[in-house]
């Protein structure tokens, strides 16, 4: 078999250990050699070809490398099917186990998979780098459903994918289809025809074995149920899986019957790896090793060797350890063994408090709600119990709670003496815990709870979803009636978040301890509270001042809650007023619905058919090739970048020896490698390829290492060492004004009227100073910058694939910085995993950086850059400060804006100057104002280049606006939406930059928008609830916009296509845009279908290259289906008028598109928060990013997206301008998200007025869980701010 039982370290070790692992791939054996141990499964599954399964962060966050897992479990003799994050699985973690991926449920060649299918015709697959994350979140969960699963938890069970592109909807609306109550419907057969025992598998809707009780060798999916229907999308009719004919994969019999086997292997670097199945052998090795790590998950390991760059030797795997994975339920509590995944925890909660009383599972109920807000799906599937305590995170969710509800934690050493401490005892210090080095955590013991006591959870997260705490806590309060008197007697209050460990907090306890409950130990607890829990001003992880004041306002709710429970009791008087119910009650979300509304005009044979996006069908099955994914040239190397650690530093020497020894290294190059010129820039060459004597910002390439494998050339790059001389740093946009630190000649000015007679002709009842600040964004698109480069013909021509928006910009850099004529360098895009712009400019330094090694050695060269570098050195959108003047009259009519406006440019100029004028173009939103002043000016500072975004400063711009709007409102008394409407421009304005408008449709958008959802109406609604409830409030905004499409420079709104008429009718169009998600392929398919009168499914739109379109403009402004539309219609009319006329006319179905732009901007408004370190952040290292991955930057996931989410086109008002009455859906839905925001400002105003405070307030963006709360002013913010108090933000 195999076994290597001759080695020394394994006869020491005894009988059984075995380096023989399998492993079953989509149904095929897969031996695994010893040496991988270092592996993923995610790295394996890729080495192997199947790309499919996507590398989106490596950190267990974005859900893009979800597979589906599948084990038999012994003891209960079933299979076991669950989603796993494969970038974090280590890869002899799964031995003996099935992984289906998602080339394993469908393709296009055998058929798609009723999911796959379903995702597909619902548009929810746009750039597709998430799709088969989602399509295995989904298989998994139908897989492991006994019945068909509701609605909640199939949006439960995605809470771990993020998408970027399409704002979720879609996406949910495809599985929907999944949540149904009736098999017959879904499967066309009745459950009576099925036979006795069979089951009807939520998967497919046909007869499988997954939920039988007995799992047998014959475990086949075979059966198929014919009908025919009619296209209706998403139906339960059309998605019934009759189309699918393959067999779902079965269990591999193999791994029924097999053994399962001691594994001792091994990895890079000498790592050993162990799979014990023994208590007494994991024992030994622990004796052998004490400085070894177990490993459970893996999700804390992982990412510590990974992303913190720890290096451990020796790693035990004990998920098969029986003693660790007990669950029972006993007289007094619950024994949970330490293994024991959170997934399953969970399912044994809620099955004890259904069956036990109900007063016995308080803690039960806590650790449930807990559960349901730690991580995604993926991660509680493999986490586990004893892998939370043992990390002793000190915002672990879960060791507030074990201590507060006073769990035991029974401890076995070496000889395996157990001893048993207080989980209260257990936590020592940052990540210490009692623990010795021969000692392992065992098992937990959980109390049941007497009757009137109460255990509580809580968590603030900065997201709601699949995010780690700010703070959280767990408490418990004993009652016991005393003299007519509920007493305490007994208590815990135990905090996450607020200190370098779980703390408890003491002083308050002892208080309350003796004390009858009452309004008067509430208050007096509060503020001994204050005393309890210290955090120093410069604690890591900020928001001080928020986080000491949850550890009051969780106090106080839960304070209400036992009350709430006692309510009816003799004695207690604290009944809880009914404005204070809805402060206690746990967040509930309904399943999100959506209307959308358009009009269709059909012509031709494809435009305007709500056409599926021509390559979703590759997506959803994983066929589709991202350049990451595209087969490697032999010899390839990889490569990574040197980076500079400085804001601001004079380059002293270079040390780069480490690397050059480093294992697997081929090759380094700096500035002085460069053939060519180092000088580069979009628009200006003020930018070096690598820094040569200075850098300016943290990031900064310096140099670039190539090796043999992505790793190696990572360590190696880590490997270079970098003498620096400090120079001083500019690290906002206010330090660049102090310092007068511009881009040279960006001052900018537009005037219409004259502002300053204006405020002294004295028209003006009020003028109005303030400042706004605007935040930035990472573009978060889900594939990471990528170019794989190669030479021919030994470096007379240079060719590479490329992750960009603009291709034609990677040809001119490597061409310029490789000193070749750009008719020899060739760029080609088959499809991007998402731009946003952030591919438009910031990619081609990238290509460039890959060039030179592999022009230089004549070999391959792949660089894919990992996602926190990406975040950290690209560029993200622009932060703007804003400072206005305005002056109005009482109405709220505006006479006069004087606005400076500057935005953050980093480090060189990039397209910040064509930001900044959009910003200043943008900066009336809709409102007709007859004085207007912008000067604009474009600051240098030490941050890496700011660059395109969504909206491209449009945005910002219209942010600043809308912030005066709202105080001009607040000022005279109105209501904003008031003062909107009475400063509206119209048809004939002229606006501050010479255009006039012409087909205005504001008037009637506006008030269409208002009937449609009866905003009066809704806004006395929002009123009443706010009178009725103290501490929840809710708000309304609505909020138009304008936006101008189309590149400012207007050479660039121009286009190539070349289009192909083959002999056999068929059609190949290649055209000078790039394919990321927006179906501009397809829309440009659909003109040239409809320009030949041909059916769609004969033209083919190939992969974006400069050497059949050249010179072509980037894909963005939201002007590229009009113009690359407009190019291929006028090539195919040139070929028409050399065969027959016809005609056409160009329509889209971009919902999702909409959607995606505005859940991008509620992201941008209310969510996403970029920290760097400047003044602001102390305990940032000056000029590194801190939120610089999922775990730390948060974008909307599907939780936060609207519950009811309606997008309706204006109709009968066709755009005569754009190709045929196309309307631009790129950028402008994005500011359309400022209504949330102005909406959560508007509760806050309603908060601050039971408090008593009543008017204007700044709010910045993105309006987060710290800003929301410590803008509410009340008695839990007081003691620790006063009402001029302003979140830190960087800007
Ligand atoms: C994307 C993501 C989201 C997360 N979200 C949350 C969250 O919301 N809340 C939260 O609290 N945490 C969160 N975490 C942290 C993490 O998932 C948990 O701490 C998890 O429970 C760790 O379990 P594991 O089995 O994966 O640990 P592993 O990584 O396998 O092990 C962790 C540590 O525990 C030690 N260990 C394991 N078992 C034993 C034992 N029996 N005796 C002694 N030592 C042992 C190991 O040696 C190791 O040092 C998140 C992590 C990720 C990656
Ligand atoms: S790549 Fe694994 S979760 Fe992001
Ligand atoms: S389609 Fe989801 S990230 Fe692009």
Redesign the pocket.
Known sequence: MGSLKNEEEMEQMGEGWTKEAILYVNGLRKVLPDGLAHLTLLEYLRDIGLTGTKLGCGEGGCGACTVMVSRYDKKSKKCVHCAVNACLAPLYSLEGMHVITVEGVGNRKHGLHPIQESLVRSHG???????PGFIMSMYSLLRSSQTPPTEEQIEESLAGN?????GYRPIVDAFRVFAKTNDALYTNMSSMSLKEGEFVCPSTGKPCSCGMKNVSNADTCEKSVACGKTYEPVSYSEIDGSTYTEKELIFPPELLLRKSNPLNLSGFGGLKWYRPLKLQHLLELKSKYPDSKLLVGNTEVGIEMRLKRMQYQVLISVTHVPELNVLNVKDDGLEIGAAVRLTELLKMFRKVVTERPAHETSSCKAFIEQIKWFAGTQIKNVASVGGNICTASPISDLNPLWMASGAKFHIVDCKGNIRTTMAEEFFLGYRKVDLTSGEILLSIFLPWTRPFEFVKEFKQAHRRDDDIALVNAGMRVYLEEKDEEWVVSDALLVYGGVAPLSLSAKKTKTFIVGKSWSQELLQNALKILQTDIILKEDAPGGMVDFRKSLTLSFFFKFFLWVSHQMEGKNSIKESVPSTHLSAMQSFHRPSIIGNQDYEITKHGTSVGSPEVHLSSRLQVTGEAEYTDDTPMPPNCLHAALVLSRRPHARILSIDDSGARSSPGFVGIFFAEDVQGDNRIGPVVADEELFASEVVTCVGQVIGVVVAETHEEAKLASRKVQVEYEELPAILSIQEAIDAKSFHPNTERCFRKGDVDICFQSGQCDKIIEGEVRVGGQEHFY?EPHSSVVWTMDHGNEVHMISSTQAPQKHQKYVSHVLGLPMSKVVCKTKRI??GFGGKETRSAFIAAAAAVPSFLLNRPVNLTLDRDIDMMISGQRHSFLGKYKVGFTNEGKVLALDLEIYNNAGNSLDLSLAVLERAMFHSDNVYEIPNVRIMGNVCFTNFPSNTAFRGFGGPQGMLITENWIQRVAVEVRKSPEEIREINFQGEGSILHYGQQLQHCTLFPLWNELKLSCDFLNARKEVDNFNLNNRWKKRGIAMVPTKFGISFTLKLMNQAGALVHVYTDGTVLVTHGGVEM?QGLHTKVAQVAASAFNIPLSSVFVSETSTDKVPNASPTAASASSDIYGAAVLDACEQIKARMEPIASKHNFNSFAEIEGAFIQGLGWLALEELKWGDAAHKWIPPGCLYTCGPGSYKIPSLNDVPLKFNVSLLKGHPNVKAIHSSKAVGEPPFFLASSVFFAIKDAISAARADAGHTGWFPLDNPATPERIRMACLDEFTAPFINSEYRPKLSV
């Open positions: 697959s746009q750039c597709g780098f998430c799709t993020l998408c970027r592109c399409t889900l995993g998402g998600g």
